[in-house]
């Protein structure tokens, strides 16, 4: 009777300690689980520092190509770490320490990425949203009754409509040409304004400070067919040229009009900025050939689409014949984007002058440029240091009233004996583009108005404590 009793007894403890073991186990393989991510955890987040301060530092030193090469071999792990910081960098809720304001903190104005309108992109929520279907846009063609085929009708619209609404461009018997960014555009006009059987190259020339990009833009291929000829000013000579005249002008922000005026010269205008958020709309531009790009316009750079409006049909063929041999058309994914991107603007004009004025966008993005050019100058006033280009009031047509002109740039000279003013802000952090490379002194340099708040902040808030 006792072993019957005692049975289930000693089979309870077997199972009792059996269990327990089970228990120790399990319990064991979860704290190895929860170090080994700890562990994970604190290595990405360690290497994520180090890439961050290892692009820093190549900035600083070498310069922005030395730096993009230096992201380019980067392991996949660290780009999607990155990916995580500047989601967290970009968005408005968070403090960031470029408010805190570190010195070491390199504040890179050298380029004009136009992250500063990224807020009001992000208010508008969805009306922005483009789905485009796998089975959509999978043709190279577009529209093949068009001079230019890969042109989206839809975006052939949207700029139309634009234009019409601002006021700043005639659209009415003009081709648009599509093409990858403005770049592209103004390297096909040197291509459909060049002779092939001429026995030298066509002149580029543009008047000083002209854009830097021009010089090496132009002279990147070794064409036979066009070269870099300089400064429109000292252009001598009665061989055929072209002249880029940028208005308003980069980097300076004056409005400008050609220079050389002679027979046998052709003028590509490059309006960029010519839109009411950088600038007054004072007339109609009704030019040969004017360039636009959704990158100043809206700030969508990563979109890379830009447009001309051509007035002569042949030349609007050779500038199509150029992008087809370049890139065999221009990315409808990016059109099609870019289409919704203008459609939002123009149905946000509809609010100028009303209750929902701040709707606008160009009333929203002015207001924004004024505040943030009211602030550079009082950081030049509190430094006396620097110099900064006067702007005077011009009416408006757009808005109706006098505005100030605030460009996108400000092209500011170092006083007090400076003389490389690019190398004196290095010292203290701040990179910029040197005067040199828009055929000026080295006494200037230009600086981007259109980084994000939190690197707007710093950087006016460094440059007023500067002194000698």
């Not at 403090?95 to 009001?120: C, I, R, W």
């Not at 040969?288 to 790009?293: C, H, Q, R, V, W």
């Amino acid at each position: 009777m006792d072993e019957v009793l005692g049975k289930p007894t000693m089979i309870s403890r077997v199972l009792l300690r059996l269990l327990f073991l089970s228990f120790t186990l399990n319990v064991g393989l979860v704290s190895r689980l929860i170090y080994e991510y700890d562990h994970e955890r604190g290595s990405s987040s360690l290497h994520t520092t180090d890439a961050e301060e290892k692009q820093s530092y190549t900035e600083f030193c070498l310069g922005e190509e030395a730096s993009k090469k230096t992201r380019e071999s980067t392991t996949m792990s660290t780009a999607a770490a990155d990916h995580e910081a500047y989601v967290s960098e970009s968005s408005p809720s968070l403090s960031t320490e470029a408010e805190e304001d570190g010195k070491e903190k390199v504040v890179n104005l050298d380029h004009g990425d136009p992250t500063m309108y990224e807020q009001f992109w992000q208010n508008m929520g969805d009306k922005s949203m483009v789905v485009i279907s796998g089975w959509q846009s999978m043709s190279y063609f577009s529209d093949i009754g068009n001079i230019c085929w890969f042109l989206e009708p839809e975006f052939a619209k949207e700029v139309r409509r634009l234009h019409q609404l601002v006021g700043n461009a005639v659209t009415r018997d003009h081709h648009i040409v599509v093409g990858t960014g403005s770049t592209q555009l103004f390297q096909a006009a040197l291509y459909a304004l060049s002779s092939s059987g001429a026995f030298e190259p066509v002149n580029v020339v543009s008047a000083a400070p002209y854009y830097s990009s021009y010089p090496s833009v132009t002279d990147y291929l070794k064409s036979g067919l066009y070269k870099w000829a300089g400064d429109a000013y000292s252009f001598k000579g009665d061989e055929p040229y072209i002249e880029l005249v940028t208005s308003p002008n980069n980097p300076d922000g004056f409005m400008r009009q050609a220079v050389v005026n002679r027979n046998g010269g052709v003028v590509v205008h490059d309006l960029a900025y010519y839109w009411p958020h950088y600038t007054p709309i004072t007339y109609l531009a009704n030019h040969d050939i004017m360039l636009f790009t959704v990158s100043k316009c809206t700030g969508h750079a990563g979109t890379r689409i830009g447009w001309a409006l051509v007035k002569d049909k042949e030349i609007a063929k050779k500038m199509t014949k150029f992008i087809e041999l370049n890139t065999i058309g221009v990315s409808k994914d990016s059109q099609l984007r870019a289409a919704k991107i203008l459609q939002v603007v123009s149905d946000s004009c509809e609010h100028l002058n009303s209750r929902e004025d701040s709707k606008n966008f160009f009333r929203h993005a002015s207001r924004l440029m004024a505040e943030r050019w009211d602030r550079l100058r009082d950081a030049v006033r509190q430094s006396g240091l620097f110099s900064l280009p006067e702007f005077m009031p011009e009416s408006c047509n757009y808005f109706g009233e006098a505005n100030t002109p605030h460009p996108a740039f400000a092209w500011s000279k170092c006083e007090g004996g400076i003389e490389d003013c690019e190398s004196f802000l290095r010292g203290y952090n701040i990179i910029t583009r040197s005067g040199k490379h828009f055929g000026a002194e080295a006494k200037y340099v230009r600086i981007s108005m259109l980084d994000r708040e939190q690197t707007f902040n710093l950087f006016v808030k460094r440059l007023s404590n500067i002194s000698l």
